[in-house]
């Protein structure tokens, strides 16, 4: 059972940064794929950004070209980086852990039936 505890969630100013982090209890073949999702109030769950275990990132389009997402093997934390936050990023803000698929090894920013493991959720209010 693989154990992600975010942090780093609460209430930022519209146009500075913001920065979350995930605790990950171990590495196994679960936790190859690491995520953030995020999910709005009335909205559905949304995939924001993955890593996969030799640190290449993979974004969901709906906040390209804002967003870093990096992972630290040694101390198992996942981080991310979110500039310019506006409103609509306020959202609850999940981790979230899954193996890699296909022949290429992959991992998917925005399909949440391919991540097995989730933390509990951190809070982002964004306001003006």
């Known amino acids: 059972q693989v154990l992600l505890v975010e942090s780093g969630g609460g209430s930022v100013q519209s146009g500075e940064s913001l920065k979350l982090s995930c605790s990950v209890s171990?590495?196994?073949?679960?936790?190859?794929?690491l995520a953030w999702f995020r999910q709005a109030p009335g909205k559905e769950r949304e995939g924001v950004a993955a890593?996969?275990?030799?640190?290449?990132?993979y974004y969901g389009d709906s906040v390209q070209g804002r967003i870093s997402i990096s992972r630290d093997n040694f101390k198992n934390t996942l981080s991310l980086e979110i500039d310019r936050v506006t409103s609509e990023d306020t959202a609850m803000y999940y981790c979230a852990a899954g193996p890699h698929f296909g022949p290429r090894r992959q991992c998917s920013p925005t399909d949440v039936n391919r991540y097995q493991y989730w933390g509990q959720g951190t809070q982002v209010t964004v306001s003006s």
């Open positions: 890593i996969d275990y030799g640190h290449n990132p």
């Open positions: 171990e590495n196994t073949f679960s936790t190859d794929c």
